[in-house]
């Protein structure tokens, strides 16, 4: 899979395609602009300059070499107007003001129009210099040079908004990543929960019962202390499972261990069966049994429990509710987000001393 960012691949591109005509311009612009050796040399350092710029910008950082490259431009310019008498060596301070100005944070249009004036105004001085016809210097030194620094000026701007897009779509597929590890942390985390904590009331509701009968009936209590030994080895591994991605939750499972808890503390369980229940579901309505199991077993004061499947649902009524405000349970606050993301619908409801638990995937139904 191909990893590296779009950011580098533009960088890349940049690189390969035009630099290398940037720099066969720039050997022009002195071949055809130097008198002498000296000449070339000063009109080296203008393309020099523009070369560091454009290899800045494409990296996204030439706001760093802005002012040194421009200052070196812009002083080649009036050089090779004045003393060198060529008319293409623009090239480096219309390149570096191309690449500089629509990154500036603030007056671009401004920025952009002092560039042109500028150029103009410097080829404007050949005539001081030359006994060449008027009206050709200025179409050499003036016209065109600002024409087409103008013109790569509005083509820049548009450029500048498609990397600024891109740049955001890097972002945004950075914090998608970043998100990504946080929710498989809070489903690991949640499902972490769902076997520690279940697990750990059952034991504790078993010690409990294996106290009680270990002088009356210590055949029980020493079955009561085989299952807690059986439940812990079990839960063991159920969090190696959860480890190495390996746990599945098994709804007929699941249902098996509700009716056995509920029975061996008192409550009486009836299970309605409307529809056999389909496995794209089984996991989550499995683990909304297992975490409404636990909250029954420890906020409630159940007798009751009816549980009724169906191919995309499960509905968990008890008595024996508290006749308060609904209390906050963070295990099925946690679920519900994780039902909400599969397409599904979580609701709790307490009325007349009845709970009821229902989850549902309504999209999912009569396919």
Not at 179 to 187: D, F, G, K, N, T
Not at 318 to 330: F, I, K, T
Request: net charge neutral; glycine share 6%; charged share 20%.
């Amino acid at each position: 899979m191909d990893t590296e960012p779009a950011k580098g691949k533009l960088r890349r591109l940049n690189l390969t395609m035009f630099f290398p005509l940037l720099v066969v311009g720039g050997v022009i612009v002195v071949a055809s602009d130097a008198r002498t050796w000296w000449h070339a040399v000063v009109l080296s350092a203008g393309v020099l300059a523009a070369m560091v710029a454009f290899v800045q910008w494409a990296a996204g950082e030439v706001l760093r070499v802005a002012i040194p490259c421009l200052v070196v431009t812009a002083a080649v310019w009036p050089f090779s107007v004045l003393v060198a008498g060529g008319s293409s060596s623009f090239f480096g301070v219309f390149l570096v003001g191309s690449l500089v100005v629509p990154q500036l944070p603030r007056h671009r249009i401004a920025a952009a129009v002092a560039l042109v004036a500028y150029i103009a105004a410097v080829g404007a001085l050949r005539p001081l210099v030359s006994h060449e016809d008027v009206s050709g210097e200025l179409v050499d030194f003036v016209f065109v040079p600002a024409a087409i620094t103008a013109v790569v000026l509005g083509l820049m701007f548009p450029n500048k908004r498609f990397y600024d897009v891109v740049k955001e779509l890097e972002e945004s597929r950075e914090r998608e990543a970043e998100l990504a590890v946080i929710r498989e942390r809070v489903r690991f985390a949640s499902d972490l929960h769902d076997i520690q904590g279940h697990t750990l009331h059952v034991v504790k509701l078993k010690t409990a019962l294996a106290r009680k009968l270990v002088d009356i009936d210590a055949e029980r209590a020493k079955q009561e202390l085989g299952e807690i030994h059986a439940l812990v080895a079990d839960t063991i591994t159920q969090t190696k499972e959860l480890a190495y991605a390996q746990r599945r939750l098994n709804l007929s499972a699941e249902l098996e261990n509700a009716r056995n808890l509920f029975e061996a503390a008192g409550i009486r369980v009836r299970v309605n069966r409307e529809a056999d229940v389909d496995p794209a579901a089984g996991r989550l309505l499995g683990q909304v049994l297992r975490e409404t199991t636990t909250n029954i077993l420890r906020h409630a004061q159940a007798t009751r429990v009816r549980i009724t499947l169906s191919e995309w649902s499960i509905s968990i009524v008890n008595d024996g509710a508290q006749r308060a405000p609904l209390p906050e349970l963070r295990g099925l606050a946690a679920l519900e987000q994780r039902v909400v993301a599969d397409g599904g619908e979580l609701t709790v409801q307490q009325e007349d001393g009845q709970f009821v638990t229902a989850a549902s995937f309504p999209a999912r139904e009569g396919r």
